[in-house]
């Protein structure tokens, strides 16, 4: 027998959890988050906590990046969750790199971008390596740090909502109306199952059909160097990464550009986000190794090409310390950023699948929500 009832439960607390709680909870609806682990401990923690806009594939995943931002800036002064940084500069070293931006720039995702000249990078980032040939200026970026920001969130969503979290506790199975777990049976008349790169315990088959395989990355914190970024950056390795730069025509030349000039940062996925915590120390990354059981190690020597792009992009002092290091895996598929289906009537799971939940993961929960209820696209509308 069934231990309690929810209207709706959700299986996993990160991101795409969380966000499906908030938007089951900011309906009236009576809401349970079922983890295994007891505090945080997945992609959402890991991350860069960078709500990524600019450069999200463009669509639909674009605008579920602008919805999710806005939804951010409404939480965070609810949660308590500081905003790091607000923004993005990408810095070009390559004239190929500078067509790449000035392509985006003239397009309908480039608006309110603006196009910096090497001068104007100097001045609004100083600390930025020599050589740089200009770059490209996003207002729309928000910077948070996901280790802090993910329990803010959950504590909120307790608190707040009086969404009821259940830890330490795996699910087994799930079916129409009725959770299995290791506490017990937990009814819920809506499931949404959101357990990141679990693919095996919770619909194998579903997650099968998807063409799903894990992706790993490598991250290192630095010690802070001194100087206060006003932005996360990024750099020409990010133009041949994110899709809606990637998918710029002058991209193609500067992919064969990097092939002869940074042909190992690409074969380790490796492309550059830098972005600042509280304490002045750098979050830096990252790399992206694809398989469908991927090995725990993070090699010292693509360790070493991440601190060599980096040093490209920043001028870092020279013995500036590595602090932390640490790994991270998500679900990838081959075509789609994110994904929910109904697994079972009115069990929704929900997925994204690429490096995108912190910047997508509102609107997905938003979407996921309104189609357990029978409710119209909610990207078509704004979140209040
Ligand atoms: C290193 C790294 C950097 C990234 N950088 C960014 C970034 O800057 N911006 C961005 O937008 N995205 C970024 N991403 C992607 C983003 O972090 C993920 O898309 C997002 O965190 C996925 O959230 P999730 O809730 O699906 O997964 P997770 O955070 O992994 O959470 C899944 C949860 O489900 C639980 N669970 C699974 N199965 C069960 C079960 N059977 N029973 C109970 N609990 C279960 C797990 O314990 C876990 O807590 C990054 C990812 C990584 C790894």
Known sequence: MAQQGFDVVVVGAGIIGLSHALAAARRGLSVAVIDRDRQANGASIRNFG?????????????????????????????????????????IARRPQAMAVLEEFAAGEMGADCRLLSAAEIEARLPMAAPGSLGGLWSPHERRVEPRTAIPALAAWLERAHKVKFFRGTAVRGVESGVVDTTAGRIAGRHVVVCPGPDLVTLFPERHAAHKLRL??????????????????????????????????????????????????????????????????????????????????????????????????????????????????????????????????????????????????????????????????????????
């Open 215 to 384: 992706c790993k990355l490598q991250m290192l914190r630095l010690a802070a160097p001194g100087w206060r970024l006003p932005a996360a950056v990024m750099g020409d390795l990010s133009l041949v990464r994110y899709e809606g730069y990637a998918a710029m025509p002058a991209a193609a030349a500067l992919g064969e550009q990097l092939k002869t000039e940074a042909g190992d940062a690409l074969a380790h996925g490796i492309h550059l986000i830098i972005v600042q915590s509280a304490d002045g120390s750098l979050v830096v990354g990252d790399s992206h190794h694809y398989a469908a059981t991927p090995d725990p190690f993070a090699p010292v020597e693509v360790e070493r090409i991440i601190l060599r792009e980096a040093r490209t992009l920043l001028a870092l002092p020279e013995s500036l310390p590595v602090t932390e290091r640490w790994t991270g895996l998500y679900p990838s598929s081959p075509d789609e950023t994110a994904f929910f289906e109904f697994a079972a009537p009115d069990v929704l799971l929900s997925q994204v699948s690429s490096g995108t939940g912190m910047s997508t993961g509102f609107a997905l929960g938003e979407e996921g929500i309104a189609a357990l209820l029978g409710e119209p696209d909610p990207l078509e509308t704004t979140w209040s």
């Open 50 to 90: 960078f709500v990524t806009v600019t450069g999200q594939r463009a669509g639909r995943t674009w605008r579920r990046a602008l919805y999710s931002r806005d939804v951010w800036e409404r939480v965070m002064p609810q949660t308590g969750i500081p905003l790091l940084h607000p923004d993005l500069a990408v």
